[in-house]
């Protein structure tokens, strides 16, 4: 996620799920099953018919999705009271402290608060993932409407804050240069999104706001409190082209032919 500069997506593919689970799960599923027929366990509860429908399209002559919990009808709550009776604690919903899917509702924010307040540590990994992904795009937060950093400051979890400006104060910075346009879509669908990501300069906080404030644009502090200097707002054109400053670990990207698409989109440069 930090190299990349964004956060785990609420919409499209679950890219965290291939990642982490079946990039990691596939080899050794392959290794153990040696080309054979297998069926595959998988842990949805009784009441996830839709993902376990889903799931049966990736049948294939060798591979049959199979799912106990299902066919003995145990819910998520089932499932918890046993580990409970039987190893004595409960288990959080998710492993990552930064899932976005855990913070969805409202129940899984609060969960996700008293995690926090117990793991500060997670928290402040939450918002700093957040804090970069939201410096190159406003709109890249954890939560739909909201953001993991309004979460904490509602809850008043000061320790949770106080790691996370820690990292913040210890962290590498970059100053970035943004560019992000989208294709017209065809027969009515959506366009593509695409961005260049260029690192101009690396250096200490204070380095980079300094060399921030002598770049054009107008100067735009946000809401989420991140300075930028935005030469274009996608409001406007539908072309976005902004510098700022944050910590260092995004890796500079754009997809091939990115520099024809901005030319048709906005003209002549503007320097």
């Known amino acids: 996620m930090l190299s990349a500069g964004t956060v785990p997506q609420r919409g499209g593919i679950r890219a965290c799920s291939i990642h982490a689970k079946g990039d990691c799960l596939d080899p050794v599923i ?13 842990g949805f509860e009784a009441n996830e018919v839709g993902r376990s429908s889903k799931d049966l399209l990736y049948n294939t002559g060798v591979r049959t999705g199979y799912y106990p919990l299902q066919e003995w009808n145990r819910s998520r709550a089932d499932c918890q009271r046993f580990l409970v009776e039987t190893l004595g604690e409960p288990f959080a919903k998710s492993a990552c402290g930064f899932c976005p899917f855990a913070m969805s509702s ?3 924010r609060a969960h996700q608060i008293e995690r926090y307040r117990q793991e500060p540590e997670l928290g402040a990994e939450a918002l700093f993932l957040e804090y970069v992904a939201r410096s190159l ?13 309004e979460l904490v400051s509602a809850a008043e ?29 065809r027969a009515g669908k959506r366009g593509l ?3 260049s990501l260029r690192v101009a300069a690396t250096g200490t906080r204070t380095e980079m706001a300094g060399q921030l404030a ?17 030469l274009r707002d996608r409001r406007h054109d539908g072309v976005d082209h902004l510098f700022v400053a944050a910590p260092a ?17 906005v003209g002549d440069s503007l320097f």
Do not use: C, M
């Open 30 to 42: 392959a290794r153990i099953t040696e080309g054979e027929p297998y069926r595959h366990a998988i």
């Open 106 to 108: 409202e129940s899984g």
């Open 137 to 149: 795009n406003p709109e890249q937060t954890l939560i739909e409407g909201s953001s993991a950093a």
């Open 157 to 185: 979890l000061r320790d949770v804050q106080d790691q996370f400006d820690t990292l913040l104060e210890e962290s590498a910075w970059a100053l970035y240069e943004v560019r992000r346009l989208t294709r017209p879509g």
């Open 193 to 195: 999104t695409a961005r």
């Open 214 to 230: 002598e770049k054009p644009g107008q100067r735009v502090h946000g809401g989420d409190g991140i300075v930028r200097r935005v």
């Open 249 to 265: 670990g995004p890796e500079e990207k754009q997809r091939p032919g990115f520099e024809q698409w901005w030319q048709e989109a």
